[in-house]
Structure formats: structure tokens, C-alpha cells
């Protein structure tokens, strides 16, 4: 070969080897999936190749440099699903795998309805303030990220105990100062169950109070509103006030009519919403794909009862000479009180028993109350009455009492979400033996799979928003949500032909199929349907958060 072919064929292979290394390189490229990024855009074939746990590039990737590639042909690939309403506070500290949710897709819980984890009395436990348990959790480690609201029942309870007497100014004032404590410690924002005493004891106008540090911070106000029955329209009308009142952004949450004399009425329901927005108010909703919700027994204890926390209710229970009360109210409601006995329909076979501590009473895990009451001799409320003294006070109950219909319409809205009220656990776990809401396992994939492929109540790009970006921006969680470079790599991977859910009410512990892959802050944390024990989660803090000074 003459010289100069030798020096031609050295400058091509120096050409080549240069071009070779100044691809890019990435620590995993998700490769051939139909890309639905979140914003609501329509599907588009592309790759994603992520790096240090966020999303570097979006395109085609054939020719970059990768430590794995993960072949997506048949796969949607989405944004990581985030969970509005979510009830793991406890349960990913003894289970930081949280099977149920991460094999659903969910890669960010939403905590704190309510009662949250901070403030808490001393002794409770390891941690004392809502960032003391973000930090407990961090150094614990977990699979998905979690983000929480501080809740107005820990807030209230913590400043006035368990009495049940309307609050002072001066009470509201310290309470006010610990939603600003917690705002600064990286709420998301606050958080109400106003059902069940002592928060139905707060006003208005004290809950517009109690939201205006929140939304001085940016924050969101959630609440599972007032009454979900026959008080249901006044209930969002203060949902509304809040958000007027203390100019914040509200999330009503699970958005449902749940008593069976007012099913059909979610346009007016809607309505209300409608207008309110249509007046520059920000009022959002979010649902579960379910016709049936998740309490306790004890629900069904009228207000008054509960006066003093659960022993003096116990008390009341044990009092013979109270119980021609208890029933009468329980048979007949009372005017502002959500009776979930009524909101059944006034029958005892709506009612699914979840979990119980006594040995004797296990036996009725998983059946209706009907039957429990079938196995005793006695009149239905007494034996009721008789179960909540056998069980400390607490049976975990899921309550049939919305419609279909309703719950459909309320989730086509623009402004609403999806969120579970559920738990991360494992049938494998100490809840296995429970009966859980099969919300619990498969809420997202039943949205992808009955509310999207079978019964076409949404479109598929339209649901991925729904369960993606519209909750990120909802409770205002930046870098998240969507496929979209800079953002964190928070991604789930499924088949939009097969993915459904296998949670039933009669069989709540199955997973779901048709996702075979989660990704977390980069992480894959479910592969090819495997859980990796991976811990790649991350406390996700609100828009307040101000960091301890060092």
C-alpha cells in the first residue's frame, strides 16, 4: 500500500473512532415504545435516554451509548403515575418496597389527609414535626417518592386534644402558626377530613383561616369535603369559600354523591364547580375508579359520641342507657351529620368488613356486615355497637354507596384527576391477612385498562395526564409529570392492549398486569415484572420549604 493510502486510511479510522466517542452516552435508554408524555399530546414513536436520574434526551437514540437498554415495542411509555390521594403514611415505613402502588405504575404518594404525620404529641412517635418524618423517611430509604399535605385533624387535635368544643380565635391563631411550621418544613400544602368530628367542628371561615399560610407559600388546599350524602351541595359550596376566602387552589377529594337518593345529580354537583371557575376560582377534583369508598364502622357513630376521643365513645357504647339514642340517630340521621348507614341505602349488605383484632371475629374478614349480623341474635345496631366495644373502637369498612354513572361523569372532567385512597402494601406483608379496597392494588391500571380501552370513557393520552402532570401541577411539584427532558426520570412502562386490574372486592390481593416496568429518579424499580428492591425514592418538599440552617 503506497504511503499516502496509509495515512488516507489512518485519518479515517481517527474520523471514525472521534465520531464513535462524541455520542452521547447514557446510563439507560428506553428504546421502540410509543412515547405519551403526560401534557395530553398524542402518542409518537421516540426514545428516551436518561442520565443521573433525569431525562436527557427524547428522540432517536439508535446510535448513542448506553450501560442498558430496555426494548419498549408494544409499550406506552409514560410519566411515572402520581397518586393524589394516598394513605401510606405508616405503611412504607414497615413496607418501603410498596408493592401494591409501584407495580401499579405509581411512582409519587401523595400523604396526609387529615391526620398527617407532623405535628405530633412527644412519644407518638420517632419524629416529633412533619419534616422529622420526611427526614425519618429519607434515611429509612423507599421505593417511590412521597410528598405530603399537613393535615387540619392533626393540626386541630394537636393544639385542643380530643374535646369536642368549637375552637377559639386564639386556638385558631396557634393552629394557623402550625400549618406555617409545617408549610416550612415542606408541606405540599393543607389537608381536611371534615366527615367525621373533631373537624367537622370547624367552620368556614376558621378553614379559610387555617389555608392562608398555605397558600401564601403556594400551596393546595385538599379536602374530603363536609358531607358526601345529603349535604353534599352545601359541602362544595365551602370548598369553594375556602378557595375564595383564603385564595387558594383547591383539590376536592375522591368528588362523588355517596347516598343513594341523590344518585343522577352529578351535573348539579359539577355545576356548582362549573361556576365557580368560570369566576376565576382554581377548583379541581380528583376520583377513584370505584363505586365504593373506604372508612371505618365507627363512621356510623353519631358526632356526639365521639365527644372526648375513642374511650369516652367506648364508654357511651357500653352505656345501656345511651343505646335508644345511638339507634334512633343511627336509624335517622341527624341534620348536618353524613350517616353512612343512610348513604348505603339504609341496608347493612353495603357494608364489606376490611380487618379485625379479635380472633373471634376474623372469620367475618371479607364479608358483608349483613352477614356478621345474621350470625348473632339480637337487634342490628346493638349488635353493631357490640362489635366496635370487641374491637377496640376501629373496624375498617368498605361502604357501597355511589353510582357508576356519577363517578364516570366526574372523572371526564378536565379539571379532575385521579388519586386512590389507597395503601402500599403486599400480600406477603403484615396487612396480607387484611381485606383491603382493591383500590389498594389496581386503581391505575383500571383506569388504563376499563375506563380507556374497554369502556373508551377517556382517551389514552387523556388518562396518562390525568394520573401524571395534571396532579404535579395541581400540588405544584416541579421537574415531574412529564417525559420531557431536564425533568426527573420518573417513568412506567405498559401494554396498553393487556393492562388491567385483578383486585377484586372479593379478592383484593392481586396485582395488576400489563406494567412491566417502573422506573424511579432513574432507577428501575420493577423489572420486566420483577420488584428490585430498589430504594431510589426521594421526600419530594412543597413550594415553603425552607432547609433547617445549618
Given at each position: 500500500m503506497k504511503p499516502r493510502h496509509v495515512l488516507a486510511s489512518l485519518v479515517f479510522a481517527l474520523a471514525q473512532l472521534s465520531s464513535c466517542s462524541s455520542q452521547p452516552s447514557y446510563d439507560l435508554i428506553i428504546e421502540h415504545g410509543s412515547l405519551v408524555d403526560g401534557s395530553g399530546a398524542p402518542a409518537r414513536e421516540a426514545d428516551v435516554g436518561i442520565l443521573d436520574g433525569k431525562i436527557a434526551a427524547i428522540g432517536d437514540l439508535a446510535a448513542a451509548g448506553a450501560e442498558r437498554r430496555i426494548d419498549a415495542s408494544g409499550l406506552v411509555v409514560a410519566p411515572g403515575f402520581i397518586d393524589m390521594h394516598n394513605h401510606s403514611d405508616l405503611t412504607v415505613i414497615d413496607e418501603p418496597n410498596a408493592e401494591s402502588m409501584v407495580r401499579q405504575g405509581v411512582t409519587t404518594m401523595i400523604l396526609g389527609e387529615g391526620g398527617s404525620q407532623g405535628p405530633l404529641t412527644p412519644g407518638e412517635h420517632e419524629w416529633g414535626t412533619l419534616g422529622e418524618y420526611f427526614d425519618f423517611m429519607e434515611s429509612k430509604g423507599l421505593t417511590p417518592n412521597i410528598a405530603s399535605y399537613v393535615g387540619q385533624t392533626q393540626i386541630w387535635t394537636f393544639i385542643k386534644g380530643d374535646e369536642l368544643k368549637p375552637a377559639t380565635d386564639e386556638e385558631i391563631a396557634l393552629m394557623q402558626a402550625e400549618v406555617e411550621k409545617a408549610m416550612q418544613q415542606g408541606a405540599l400544602g393543607l389537608s381536611t377530613s371534615l366527615l367525621m368530628p373533631p373537624s367537622s367542628l370547624v367552620t368556614t371561615e376558621q378553614l379559610a383561616e387555617l389555608a392562608k399560610p398555605a397558600a401564601a407559600h403556594g400551596g393546595l388546599y385538599s379536602t374530603h369535603i363536609r358531607d358526601e350524602g345529603q349535604g353534599v351541595f352545601d359541602a362544595i359550596a365551602e370548598a369553594i369559600a375556602v378557595g375564595r376566602g383564603a385564595k387558594i387552589r383547591v383539590d376536592i377529594i375522591h368528588l362523588k354523591i355517596a347516598d343513594k337518593a341523590l344518585w343522577g345529580r352529578m351535573l348539579e354537583v359539577l355545576a356548582l364547580i362549573d361556576s365557580a371557575r368560570?369566576?376565576?376560582?382554581?377548583?379541581?377534583?380528583?376520583?377513584?375508579?370505584?363505586?365504593?369508598?373506604?372508612?371505618?364502622?365507627r363512621a356510623i357513630?353519631?358526632?356526639?359520641?365521639?365527644?372526648?376521643?375513642?374511650?369516652?365513645?367506648?364508654?357511651?357504647?357500653?352505656?345501656?342507657?345511651?343505646?335508644?339514642?345511638?339507634?334512633?340517630?343511627?336509624?335517622?340521621?341527624?341534620?348536618?351529620?353524613?350517616?353512612?348507614?343512610?348513604?348505603?341505602?339504609?341496608?347493612?349488605?353495603?357494608?364489606?368488613?376490611?380487618?379485625?383484632?379479635?380472633?373471634?371475629?376474623?372469620?367475618?374478614?371479607?364479608?358483608?356486615?349483613?352477614?356478621?349480623?345474621?350470625?348473632?341474635?339480637?337487634?342490628?345496631?346493638?349488635?353493631?355497637?357490640?362489635?366496635?366495644?370487641?374491637?377496640?373502637?376501629?373496624?375498617?369498612t368498605v361502604f357501597f354507596h355511589h353510582s357508576e354513572d356519577d363517578m364516570q361523569l366526574a372523572m371526564k372532567q378536565p379539571y379532575t384527576s385521579i388519586g386512590s385512597d389507597g395503601s402500599a402494601i403486599s400480600p406477603e406483608g403484615p396487612r396480607g391477612a387484611t381485606h383491603p379496597h382493591p383500590r389498594w392494588y389496581g386503581t391505575f391500571p383500571r383506569v388504563l385498562g376499563r375506563y380507556v380501552r374497554e369502556l373508551n370513557t377517556l382517551e389514552l393520552p387523556e388518562a396518562v395526564k390525568k394520573i401524571t402532570s395534571m396532579n404535579a401541577e395541581k400540588a405544584n411539584i416541579p421537574d415531574r409529570g412529564l417525559i420531557k427532558e431536564g425533568f426527573w426520570a420518573d417513568a412506567t412502562l405498559f401494554n396498553p392492549e393487556t393492562v388491567i386490574d385483578k383486585a377484586t372486592f372479593e379478592e383484593p390481593h392481586h396485582y395488576p398486569e400489563g406494567i412491566p416496568y417502573v422506573i424511579v429518579n432513574g432507577v428501575v424499580a420493577l423489572d420486566n415484572g420483577q420488584h428490585t428492591n430498589s430504594r431510589s425514592g426521594k421526600v419530594l418538599r412543597g413550594p415553603g420549604y425552607q432547609p433547617p440552617a445549618e
Open positions: 368560570a369566576e376565576g376560582l382554581d377548583i379541581r377534583s380528583n376520583v377513584y375508579p370505584y363505586t365504593a369508598g373506604q372508612n371505618n364502622l357513630i353519631p358526632p356526639w359520641a365521639h365527644d372526648g376521643g375513642n374511650e369516652a365513645m367506648l364508654a357511651r357504647l357500653r352505656d345501656r342507657s345511651q343505646r335508644a339514642r345511638l339507634r334512633r340517630d343511627i336509624l335517622n340521621g341527624l341534620p348536618g351529620w353524613y350517616n353512612h348507614y343512610l348513604a348505603t341505602g339504609g341496608g347493612w349488605e353495603g357494608m364489606l368488613l376490611v380487618d379485625f383484632k379479635q380472633e373471634s371475629n376474623k372469620q367475618f374478614v371479607g364479608k358483608r356486615m349483613s352477614e356478621l349480623i345474621a350470625s348473632r341474635v339480637g337487634d342490628p345496631v346493638g349488635i353493631l355497637l357490640d362489635v366496635l366495644i370487641e374491637e377496640d373502637g376501629s373496624v375498617p
